[in-house]
């Protein structure tokens, strides 16, 4: 269990992306604090990927802020993404984990032990010397994991992580979001898989054309959701 | 018929003054594309990450460059290594110091263009992971020529290939000389200008055959590695 981070809770203020004339996402107000996962659902073009983008730092917002910790960000949240579709740096499965060991400051000395941490957390000890591109879809998304988490994030963002995944590594990648939130680290995650929001959220996010629709915890959203829209999400009506 | 077989004898007894030619060619080609190289893979590297004004002017003549013509570069680098020339106190004009300073002219740009396009590629592949994880811009530049470097191993063998086979500059900055700056392709130039078919033909099967076999030799180690890095 880590103790209460500085970093949160992690706040978006009015946040809003214009790209082009085109509004991605509609002065979002959210607050995320620790706890179980929150999850992120609506249609594709919602805002979601695009959501976990500004919250890592990737997207700058046209208006609107977010803060950590209710401070000024000088210091830099510690903060990671696995992305939806990962890439996989040209080295080995280990060597990946100890070059985002490495950016994150890690000492030379402390790094293999690290990584043979990580890699053994997402079930991956025996792949540690295998080309990292020539290993599974499933094993592929959880070497990303891994990777993120060599940061030792307070906050981990994944974006779909088990979109296009098989029902077996989808359960693999789900126990490692369930252990490492139980760790103390605040998941926020995208998904299109409603069983998987039941399963795993503290919370939930509805969003829908760039805008925040509903977000409350888990136990009411999929029993007494407020809004219409997430009452057609949770009975498997096509929200469009 | 008879140019062939005395050309395959020269080969086959390993004559001492083929031997001595075909050395020289290969250390000053080898030498220019080591000097290319580390001229022309961080510079087409940090071309490939950078955006600034006229970026893209300086890709333009950087591709134009890929086919400068070796007469050009050998008569410029001639120029400039000359007794009256800027850089004549040196006095290295008809060495093979010379010659591999002209190849290198020639093969970096070749290294560069194609260093550059590879690792713009990658970049592309990379950026949203490398800036997830705040790379800063050294160890980007680092990463990426590491992670290309199967890829880049093809710059090298175009640039190889260029310097192997080209005969303008350093006949024009070796001179040429017998036992000194003659490499492969002026002693073919000569031999068959003076009508010495046979060395000409057996020097130019050496030539193929050596270039044949580098290019082997990087076949393999790309695939070896490529097995092994993904």
Redesign the interface.
């Given at each position: 269990m880590r103790a209460p981070s500085s970093d949160l809770p992690l706040m978006f203020v009015d946040a809003s992306i214009v790209v082009h004339d085109v509004t991605i996402l509609d002065r979002i107000t959210l607050t995320v604090t620790s706890g179980a996962p929150t999850i992120l659902i609506g249609p594709n073009g919602s805002g979601k990927t695009t959501l976990l983008r500004a919250a890592?730092g990737?997207v700058p917002l046209s208006a609107g802020r977010i803060t950590w910790g209710m401070r000024d960000t000088d210091t830099?949240p510690k903060r990671?993404?696995m992305?939806q579709r990962?890439?996989?740096?040209?080295?080995?499965a280990v060597a990946n984990v100890c070059?985002?060991l490495a950016?994150?400051n890690i000492p030379r000395m402390q790094r293999r032990e690290r990584a043979a941490e990580l890699l053994a957390l997402v079930g991956l000890s025996e792949f540690e010397s295998r080309?990292?591109?020539?290993l599974s879809g499933g094993e592929q998304q959880r070497l990303a994991l891994a990777r993120a988490l060599a940061?030792d994030p307070t906050v981990l963002f994944l974006d779909e992580p088990t979109a296009s995944l098989d029902p077996y590594s989808t359960k693999s990648i789900e126990d490692i979001i369930r252990a490492v939130s139980a760790r103390g680290v605040k998941v926020m995650m995208s998904t299109h898989d409603i069983g998987q929001a039941r399963r795993l959220a503290g919370d939930v996010v509805l969003l829908h054309r760039g805008r925040l629709i509903e977000n409350t915890p888990a136990a009411q959203f999929f029993t007494t959701p407020h809004t219409k829209e997430a009452r057609k999400f949770i009975t498997g009506e096509l929200l469009v | 018929m008879s140019n062939h077989m005395t050309a395959l004898q020269l080969v086959l007894t390993g004559d001492p003054g083929l031997f001595a030619i075909v050395q020289l060619s290969l250390l000053v080609s080898l030498s220019a594309v080591l000097c290319a190289a580390l001229v022309g893979v961080p510079f087409g590297a940090l071309l490939a990450l950078m955006r600034f004004p006229g970026r893209e002017a300086i890709i333009i003549i950087l591709n134009a460059l890929m086919g400068l013509p070796p007469v050009v570069a050998g008569l410029a680098i001639f120029l400039l290594l000359s007794r009256s020339g800027p850089l004549g106190s040196w006095g290295i004009l008809f060495t093979p110091q010379a010659m591999v300073i002209a190849q290198t002219v020639l093969v970096a740009p070749i290294i560069a263009a194609l260093t550059r396009q590879t690792i713009e590629d990658l970049w592309v592949?990379?950026r949203?992971?490398l800036?997830?994880?705040?790379?800063g811009p050294v160890?980007r530049v680092v990463?990426l020529i590491w992670?290309a470097r199967?890829s880049l191993v093809t710059a090298l063998l175009a640039g190889f290939g260029r310097a192997a086979a080209e005969v303008g500059a350093i006949i024009i900055v070796g001179g040429n000389i017998e036992g000194f700056t003659r490499t492969m392709t002026t002693a073919i130039a000569l031999e068959t200008s003076k009508g010495d078919l046979a060395l000409a033909v057996g020097l130019g099967l050496v030539l193929i055959a050596i270039v044949v076999v580098i290019n082997a030799l990087a076949w393999g180690m790309r695939h070896a590695g490529q097995?092994?890095?993904?």
């Open positions: 890592m990737l830099p990671a993404i992305f990962p890439t996989m740096l040209r080295r080995s070059y985002a950016v994150a080309p990292a591109r020539r940061r | 592949e990379y949203d992971e800036a997830a994880m705040d790379v160890r990463t992670d199967f097995r092994y890095a993904g």
